[in-house]
């Protein structure tokens, strides 16, 4: 949850743009015929100059109001249509777009549940967050105006600059000068606009999971009186987002500059020139109206470009970002034919020689755990014991494949768990945790989420996890909890947990240690119950309490990344000093000594 890796190799904004393709392909009819029917608006409002041009050379030269009647009508006519098909275009547009956000999102959060646990150890959530919100907004907002209008608006200049040629060619000639300059521009601005815009982005994604963090660790914030430092940090970024922003604004400010003075400058020229060829007689006053207003029409097509390209740019920035969650590989599947292993199966739980490395640690570090073998047999539950921070969670986010292990093989009746596919190995592996964590739904749904159905499963489950006191919330087991309904505490919510990995009647139980916020009577009640469930269960039971270890037939202990010892827990309370150190909650042992 620190860093955000972002490997990016420099790419071409139309070559990342062109990556939304396959979600825009399913209403590219109607993005073609809105784009259309925007060109074809916009094309005729570069006919009302000509018409223009008709009544200023006919009727007005020759004192007709009848003509100049019939012209105005033409007029109103044509500005209507053009209003109507922009109108259209906007509502041919509208849905089609929300649709394919809604279905990049949707791809996105589904993507994001079957990344492995090792990206989200890697990205900060914020990061996450910012992706699946303001940049798809942007993507959303550059498919509606943007896409469409470098389109229109370069089609529109097109056929403006040709009439204005047809209509004088010295004159369209001045007016195409600034041409050559406003492309510089354009291509130099690309240029840093996207690394301006790269960062704010990224800075947005930052900022997000500040505020994330402060309203998860609230308590924490308030507890230790950190708001200061908090609100510190926030604005420290906030103003580093607010730099950029002033970055990108001051970028677009000088682009606009030359792109809205250099044309004006140019129609400026251009009308002098035009009134002296009127004033000579080598010109029709018609005409020099015609092109002027030809000119003025072309003012917003060519002002927006600054604009449009920004918003491009944002737009590639945002896709850039949204495909780099997505190209992030998920979690494989089955990896090895299932019907390899021959031999006699042998049943239980397995641990074959595992090694283990978290893929970031960094190179040359030990591994967390080293050949760990360890078997637990079927029906059998065996606690596992270690110092804190010897990799006693770690070993049991092995078994659900949380994490793929790096060498050696976990097998679950003599298959090995890369050869069943997850829905298999999740449906007979059920897990609980140290942090038990509650979503934000109805009790019945939570504990229900570990499988099983129905309320006799239901009632079993809570009874073995002595999570009765369900029953006693204000609406039972429809009570909502997690973050939008009542907030439990923590032995509850522990107890909640471990009736959800026992609802399902897994053939595996593995208990990250289950049992260590409840009191002692509690956690008797409980293990009295979990003792009949285990009967018929192969458990992993991480444990650090003696009462928790009874539970269990027999006892490993995890020293060093190795199983040093397993045996029942009488037997290693004589024969093993770390483990009888690690029992007795006597500090005084130095545990040095003994190694
Ligand atoms: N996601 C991770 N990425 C990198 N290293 C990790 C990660 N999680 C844990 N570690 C490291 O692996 C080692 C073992 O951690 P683990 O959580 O398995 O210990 P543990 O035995 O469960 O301890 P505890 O009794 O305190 O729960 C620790 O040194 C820890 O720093
Ligand atoms: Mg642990």
Redesign the pocket.
Known sequence: MSTTPSPREPRSTVRTLLRLWPYVRPVRTRLFTAAFIAVLASCIGLVIPLVLKWMVDGPIADRDPAGVWLGALYLLLLGLAEALLFGFRRWLVARPLSHVEAEMRADLYRHLQRLP?AFH?RWASGQLLSRATTDLMLLRMFLAFPLTFLLVNGVTILVGVIIMLVQDWTLGLVILVPAVPVLITCVVFEKQYSRAARQAQDQVGDLTTVVEESVLGIRIIKGFGRHRSQARAFRELSGKLRGTELHKARLLAAILGIIVTLPELAIGAALVLGAVQVADGELSAGTLVAFLSTALALRWPVDSIGFLLAMSQEAATATERYFEVMDAEPESGATASPAKDGGPREGGLRFENITFR?P??PEGSPP?LDRVDLHIRPGESLALV??????????TALVPRLHEVTDGRITLDGRDIRDMSREELRSRVAVAF?EPTLFSATVGENVLMGGGSGEEDLDRALAVAQADFAHALPQGTATQVGEQGLSLSGGQRQRLALARAVVGRPDFLVL??PLSALDVHTEAAVEAALRRVLADTTALI?A?RPSTVLLADRVAL?SGGRITAVGTHHELLRGNAEYAHLMSGDPAEELEEQR
């Open positions: 646990i150890d978290y970031d640690a967390v270690g110092a804190t921070g010897s990799g006693k969670t770690t070993l140290e990250d240690d991480v650090h995890l």
